[in-house]
C-alpha cells in the first residue's frame, strides 16, 4: 500500500511515492544469505506466503512508475519491525485466543530451531528512517534492521528461559496440525517464512540517509515482549490492546483470524 504521494514532497521538488515493502518480499533465501538495498529481483516469494508476494507485486508497480520518469519512488525494507504496542496485535494473529499474554513469562523452555536468525528493527528507528527519507527526498531501496540480527539464543534469553532445539520442518508441522483443528490462528506459512528471509545490509540507508538505529536487537525484543506480556495496543483499531474474553468470544463466533473465511 502507498504510503506517500506528490504531498510528500515540498515544491519545486519532483513528486514522490514510498511505499512500506519488507524483508519477506523476497524468496526463501539459503541460512545468512544477506540481502542488499540493490538487490530488487532476486528469488521470488515462495508460493506458501502471500504477504510476500503482495509486497514483491507492489514494488514491481512502483518500478514502472519509476521508469516512466517524473517520479522520485522510495521502497523501504524493513526487518521484523518491533514495538511495545503491537504487543496485543501480535497475540491476537499469533496465539491461542484463551492464552493470556502473562503466560509467556512463565515459559521455561522455548521450543525453536537453532539456526532461526531474523533481521528485526524497532518502530521508532523506522519512524526516523522514513522523516529522513522524505526531508531529504531520497529515492530508491533502503534496509532498515539492527545488527547483528536475532537468533534463538536471544529469544530465550530476554524471556528468561531455556531454548530446546526443535528443528523447523516439525515446528511448521505442528503448526500446520493445530492450525488446521482450529487451535491457534498461526498460518503455517508464517513459521517456515521465518527461516527463510534473508539478513539485510543497511550500508545504503547508513550512508545515504545517515541512518543508524537507536535500539539494539536484544532492545527491541524486550520492548515487544514486554507489550506482549500486558496486551499492550493502542487507539488504533489495528493495535488496540488484546483481551482474552474478546478474544474468546471472537473466535466462538468468527474464528480464528488465520482460518476466517472471507465474505
Same mark, same amino acid.
Given at each position: ?5 506528490? !504531498? ?28 542488499? $538495498?540493490?538487490?530488487?529481483? +532476486? ?8 504477504? +510476500? ?6 514494488e514491481r508497480l512502483l518500478d514502472a512508475a519509476r521508469a516512466g520518469g517524473g517520479l522520485v519512488v522510495t521502497s523501504v525494507r524493513p526487518g521484523l519491525v518491533l514495538q511495545r504496542a503491537a504487543g496485543g496485535a501480535l497475540l491476537r494473529y499469533g496465539a491461542p485466543p484463551w =492464552?493470556?499474554?502473562?503466560?509467556? !513469562? ?6 525453536? %530451531? ?13 519512524? %526516523? ?12 531501496? &533502503?534496509? #532498515? ?18 531454548? #530446546? ?5 516439525? =515446528? ?8 488446521? $483443528? @482450529? ?11 521465518? &527461516?527463510?528471509?534473508?539478513? =539485510? %545490509?543497511? /550500508? ?9 538505529? @537507536? ?7 524486550? %520492548? ?8 499492550? +495496543?493502542?487507539? /488504533?483499531?489495528?493495535? !488496540? ?8 468470544? !471472537?473466535?466462538?463466533?468468527?474464528? =480464528?483470524? +488465520? ?5
Amino acid at each position: 500500500m502507498s504510503e506517500g504521494s506528490a !504531498r510528500s514532497w515540498p515544491r519545486p521538488a519532483p513528486p514522490g511515492s514510498a511505499t512500506s515493502s519488507s524483508c519477506r518480499r523476497w524468496g526463501p533465501t539459503p541460512p545468512a544469505h544477506t540481502a542488499s $538495498a540493490s538487490t530488487s529481483r +532476486g528469488p521470488r516469494p515462495a508460493p506458501w506466503t502471500s504477504y +510476500g508476494r503482495d509486497k514483491a507485486a507492489a514494488e514491481r508497480l512502483l518500478d514502472a512508475a519509476r521508469a516512466g520518469g517524473g517520479l522520485v519512488v522510495t521502497s523501504v525494507r524493513p526487518g521484523l519491525v518491533l514495538q511495545r504496542a503491537a504487543g496485543g496485535a501480535l497475540l491476537r494473529y499469533g496465539a491461542p485466543p484463551w =492464552l493470556p499474554g502473562a503466560a509467556l !513469562r512463565l515459559a521455561a523452555v522455548l521450543p525453536l %530451531d537453532r539456526r532461526l536468525t531474523v533481521p528485526v528493527v524497532h518502530s521508532d528507528d523506522v519512524a %526516523d528512517a522514513l522523516v529522513r527519507i522524505v526531508e531529504q527526498r531520497a529515492g530508491g531501496a &533502503f534496509n #532498515l534492521a539492527t545488527e547483528p540480527p536475532v537468533t534463538s539464543e536471544l529469544i530465550a534469553s530476554v524471556l528468561g528461559a531455556r531454548r #530446546l532445539h526443535v528443528p523447523s520442518p516439525i =515446528l511448521s508441522r505442528l503448526a500446520r496440525a493445530t492450525w488446521r $483443528a @482450529r487451535l491457534q490462528p498461526l498460518d503455517p506459512g508464517w513459521v517456515r517464512l521465518a &527461516f527463510a528471509v534473508p539478513l =539485510l %545490509d543497511t /550500508s545504503r540507508a547508513r550512508t545515504v540517509l545517515g541512518w543508524r538505529p @537507536r535500539h539494539s536487537a536484544r532492545e527491541a525484543v524486550a %520492548d515487544v515482549v514486554a507489550g506482549l506480556t500486558r496486551q499492550e +495496543g493502542t487507539a /488504533s483499531p489495528a493495535l !488496540r490492546p488484546r483481551t482474552v474474553r474478546e478474544d474468546v468470544v !471472537r473466535a466462538v463466533t468468527a474464528g =480464528l483470524p +488465520g482460518n476466517r473465511r472471507r465474505t
